[in-house]
Structures are given as structure tokens and as C-alpha cells.
């Protein structure tokens, strides 16, 4: 069972637009959400976090939104530049419990130049 | 401290090898974990320890794996008797546990794992 999907395995967008990644999550116990990036070849790299006591939290050019009514979160890049072409994953967390991350099947991003 | 570090980067074995991966979380952080990811799959969690405790392994995590953490600080992951199935990214990261980012984790560059 999937907790935690991308349903888009990939994406491309042209620079200087917006990319918008989405995830949903099934278990109403995850509190905390994370994006990752990852390059080929190398560990996954940390983007931005949000806690389910928010809806929005913003870092740069990246912002990550939560509907927590919908169990939906949404990774927004604005503007999207070529360097942000990688595999993007969320995970999800339930912190009062068993503090295991659960990460999604990753949407890989193309940013055309 | 620049991050979590893992050793080796790679490793090729024939099957039917013991294979031993080391990890060394960011300093002060409590909590390590290590996970398996394939080709077009997320990271898959395998087990975590709070520092030196094992709270946790999956069910994914058969009797040929076996994971330590001696001493709160660095950690090893043994696969016993290799199998092609095995042949993976194995990864690694810790989250400080305390402190206003707790639950923020790192990730390590990652072992990848090739049986032969």
C-alpha cells in the first residue's frame, strides 16, 4: 500500500516558469512533509519542510503548500532555472509515532533552457 | 562536519559475499537511518536507530541484514550471503532529533551495491 504517491513521474517546464510538483498521502497521522532533490549518482538532498500545523512555508524560490483536508502537498518553483532538472520526492512523517519516512516514488523535473 | 558520509561509494560482489557498509551521521545527531532504493522507486526505509538503540527494521529487512550503531555515532549495514536482488542504492541519513529542525533528515551520497 502506497502511502505516500507522485502521481506525475515527470515534468517539464520552461525556464523562468513556475513548476509545480504534487503529492498525496493517505495516512491522516503524517504531521510532517518534506521535499527532496536528488541528483543521479547522489544521496537525495533536502529542499524544504512543513509541518502540518501550517499551510504554506516558503524558502527562496521554493514554497511548499499543505491541504491537509485533501492530504495533498504541492512543491511550487518559481522561477524554474535548468540546474532544477533532478528527481524531486516528498516524504511524510508521523513524528508522534514511529518516526519512519515515507517517501514517494519521485517526479523527475525537466527545466528547458 | 560536512554532512553524512558513506563508504564505500561503490561495491561490486559476487553472489553468495558478506558486504559491510559504514555510515557516519552529522555529529550530535540522534537519530540514523538506513534505506534501499532501486531504479525508479523512492528511498524504501529499512531500519533506524535512536543513538544507539534500534527502535525499528521493516519487514523488507530480511535475517541477512543486520545493522549497528555501537556507540550513538557511526553505523553499519552487513548483507549476508548476497543475492542479485540485493543490487541497490543503499543510503543512509540522520536527523537531529532534538532542537527546533528535529525532524529534518540528511542524506548521505549513498553505497551502491552491485551482485554479480
Known amino acids: 500500500d502506497q502511502q505516500v504517491k507522485q502521481n506525475s513521474p515527470s515534468l517539464s517546464v520552461q525556464e523562468g516558469r513556475i513548476s509545480i510538483l504534487n503529492c498525496d498521502y493517505t495516512?491522516?497521522?503524517?504531521?510532517?512533509f518534506l521535499w527532496y532533490k536528488k541528483y543521479p549518482a547522489e544521496g537525495p538532498t533536502f529542499l524544504i519542510s512543513i509541518s502540518s500545523i501550517k499551510d504554506k512555508n516558503e524558502d527562496g524560490r521554493f514554497t511548499v503548500f499543505l491541504n491537509k483536508s485533501a492530504k495533498h502537498l504541492s512543491l511550487h518553483i518559481v522561477p524554474s532555472q535548468p540546474g532544477d532538472s533532478a528527481v524531486y520526492f516528498c516524504a511524510a512523517l508521523w513524528s508522534s509515532g514511529t518516526y519512519k519516512y515515507i517517501f514517494g516514488t519521485g517526479t523527475r523535473l525537466k527545466v528547458l533552457a | 562536519d560536512t554532512g553524512v558520509s558513506q563508504n564505500p561509494r561503490h561495491k561490486i560482489t559476487k553472489r553468495g559475499q558478506n558486504v559491510t557498509f559504514r555510515c557516519d551521521p552529522i555529529s550530535e545527531h540522534n537519530r540514523l537511518y538506513w534505506y534501499r532504493q532501486t531504479l525508479g522507486q523512492g528511498p524504501e526505509f529499512l531500519t533506524y536507530f535512536q543513538n544507539e538503540a534500534q527502535l525499528e527494521k521493516s519487514r523488507l529487512l530480511s535475517d541477512r541484514f543486520s545493522a549497528e550503531r555501537p556507540k550513538g555515532s557511526f553505523s553499519t549495514l552487513e548483507i549476508q550471503r548476497t543475492e542479485q536482488g540485493d543490487s541497490a542504492m543503499y543510503l543512509c541519513a540522520s536527523s537531529p532529533g532534538t532542537g527546533d529542525f528535529y525532524n529534518e533528515q540528511f542524506f548521505g551520497p549513498g553505497t551502491r551495491l552491485t551482485v554479480l
Open positions: 495516512n491522516s497521522m503524517f504531521d510532517y
